[in-house]
């Protein structure tokens, strides 16, 4: 199993910044990307943006590119999403997740372990 946690939430006023982790631990030999999500009241979860371990490939959602950073420190098992300019529709609780295998990521199905969540609310 991997184990996931999230921390580094809070309360930002819009325009604000926040830098998650998300901290794997236990058989991160068999990760090949993490990826974050995030779930508002009442939505569905939504990708955020992947990163893969060993190369350290990106990608992100259309509606976070140019605010957003993913990166990974792979001595600490930690993979960062830093967020910039944040705006009142990015409150949610955001998730990491762990994927065993290669592929985009894009989807929860890809993903077989989850962090507990961290929430973040952006006041407007």
């Known amino acids: 199993q991997v184990q996931l946690v999230e921390s580094g939430g809070g309360l930002v006023q819009t325009g604000g910044s926040l830098r998650l982790s998300c901290a794997a631990s236990?058989?991160?030999?068999?990760?090949?990307?993490v990826g974050w999500f995030r779930q508002a009241p009442g939505t569905e979860r939504e990708f955020v943006a992947r990163?893969?371990?060993?190369?350290?490939?990106?990608s992100y959602a259309d509606s976070v590119k140019g605010r957003f950073t993913i990166s990974r420190d792979n001595a600490k098992n930690t993979v960062y999403l830093q967020m910039n300019s944040l705006k009142h529709e990015d409150t949610a609780v955001y998730y990491c997740?762990?994927?065993?295998?290669?592929?985009?990521?894009?989807?929860?199905?890809?993903?077989?372990?989850w962090g507990q969540g961290t929430q973040v609310t952006v006041s407007s």
């Open positions: 236990g058989r991160t030999f068999s990760s090949y990307a």
């Open positions: 990163i893969t371990w060993s190369s350290g490939s990106t």
């Open positions: 997740a762990s994927a065993p295998r290669r592929g985009l990521g894009l989807l929860l199905k890809e993903y077989d372990y």
